[in-house]
């Protein structure tokens, strides 16, 4: 039987080639995930929309879902849209669980609204350890290699 789960994978544009992978993964350890976030397979160029729409749009798409993905690489902790999607989630009550995308090193910077709401993150290679996570499972905080190390910032759980 397939476990599935509705997911916003958070991410910067740039690398959508790692959200599809990411996604790929998935399927191959027999994981059915419906991503709600924006990437290559449901993005259309039309003029741009204000920033209001875009975040109603964006609040919408994570109220769909269980759990907020953020894909940590070298220029995610640069985006506006991936810190809104951060605290969007959480004002949510949704679980934020980060993963380093592949090929990164410990010098990667999280995202400010990750080190102040986010959880567990672990590595590219801990799918499963992913799908235990928001199946709240507790897991160690892990290095870019998966392996386990201490945190880099203190995090409370809240109820909104």
């Not at 958070?10 to 995930?33: M, N, P, T």
């Not at 993963?99 to 499963?128: E, M, R």
Request: charged fraction near 30%; charge should be positive.
């Amino acid at each position: 039987m397939k476990k599935s789960k509705n997911v916003f994978i958070s991410h910067y544009g740039k690398e959508d080639e790692k959200v599809q992978r990411l996604k790929q993964r998935f399927a191959e350890k027999g994981y059915s995930i419906r991503n709600y976030s924006v990437d290559s397979t449901k993005h259309t160029r039309k003029k741009r929309p204000s920033d209001e729409l875009i975040k109603r749009f964006l609040r919408r798409q994570i109220s769909w879902s269980s759990s907020l993905i953020c894909m940590i690489g070298p220029k995610t902790h640069t985006r506006k849209w991936v810190n809104y999607e951060i605290e969007a989630a959480y004002k949510q009550g949704k679980k934020i669980v980060g993963i380093y995308t592949h090929g990164n090193n410990d010098s990667v910077q999280l995202p400010n609204a990750f080190k102040k709401y986010g959880g567990s993150i672990i590595g590219w290679n801990s799918i499963d350890k992913l799908m235990d996570i928001m199946n709240d499972k507790k897991f160690p905080v892990e290095n870019t290699q998966g392996e386990s190390r201490s945190p880099l910032y203190s995090v409370s759980d809240s109820n909104c």
